[in-house]
């Protein structure tokens, strides 16, 4: 098992000072190491984790409504993941299989951008398992299952959605450099992360990175809002550590889907 000191959590994370949170984060770790076990291992979350999932979900449950694409609430709707505790990524898994072919993958942390973006290409999401800090129940400054599973999962639960995460695993490992790499990555941010659009005369959100935060989701709309441009996507700068000021509208969620498809299937074929 890894020890607290072996966890790498950013410097202002709230658990960074924490060590029953990095022993906890430790444990999962470890029972999420085992990349040849093709079911994600079960993790006996505490009474404190179900609270955190508890208060996170069901407040964004309600935001969702009103500020969630269509397209992303058929996904939620269809997966029902539970309000009141942690789900168990290989009932989740179970369930998105039947829903659209995906599965879920356990990992112990954040693994290689190529092997995260590589795994869509085959319908395989990774994801932690960890519950971040209970002190600061509406923020992260990491991915957790939180994330994974409200905003990623949710969205794997729509065929549609789910076919724009596979096409754009096929397009990352199209990426023969760096360079390229960088523009998909950015391109990613953009759209599946942080995509907005209108709908029913309002600016929604199908993006993950928004889906899943309590706050920014309640404050996206004030962003600078630029047109639908992959092109300038691939060439814009963004950073993870704060509300994202700029981001990209698309007239609707339609147009940005058959945008984003064409992209991906031209991308490196060049």
Do not use: K
């Not at 979350?45 to 409504?65: C, G, M």
């Not at 590589?118 to 992260?140: C, D, I, M, N, W």
């Not at 990352?172 to 659009?197: K, N």
């Not at 309590?214 to 814009?236: A, H, K, N």
Request: hydrophobic letters at 45%.
């Amino acid at each position: 098992m890894s020890s607290p000191e072996e966890i790498a959590v950013p410097a202002h994370h709230p658990g960074v000072s924490d060590p029953v949170y990095l022993q906890r984060r430790a444990a999962i770790a470890a029972v999420s190491a085992d990349q040849s076990c093709a079911v994600a291992p079960f993790v006996a979350y505490t009474a404190e984790e179900d609270s955190v999932w508890r208060t996170v979900s069901e407040a964004l449950s309600i935001l969702h409504a009103e500020l969630a694409t269509d397209e992303y609430r058929v996904g939620a709707a269809a997966l029902d993941l539970p309000l009141d505790r942690v789900p168990q990524l290989a009932w989740v898994s179970e369930r998105l299989e039947s829903l659209t072919g995906w599965q879920i993958r356990a990992v112990p942390g954040l693994v290689p951008t190529r092997t995260f973006y590589g795994a869509l290409s085959e319908r395989t999401f990774l994801s932690t398992q960890y519950v971040r800090h209970p002190s600061v129940p509406f923020y992260t400054p990491e991915p957790d299952i939180i994330h994974e599973m409200i905003g990623h999962a949710n969205a794997l639960g729509s065929p549609r959605l789910a076919t724009l995460y596979e096409a754009a695993g096929r397009a990352s490992r199209r990426a023969v450099s760096d360079a390229q790499l960088d523009e998909f990555s950015r391109v990613f941010w953009f759209t599946i992360e942080f995509g907005v659009a209108w709908e029913h005369a309002r600016l929604r959100t199908y993006g993950a990175g928004l889906l899943s935060s309590f706050g920014e989701i309640q404050e996206f709309r004030t962003s600078t809002l630029r047109p639908f441009d992959i092109s300038v996507m691939g060439q814009s700068d963004y950073d993870i550590t704060r509300f994202q000021d700029v981001l990209f509208a698309s007239p609707s969620f339609d147009v940005a889907e058959d945008l984003m498809l064409a992209y991906f299937a031209s991308f490196g074929t060049d």
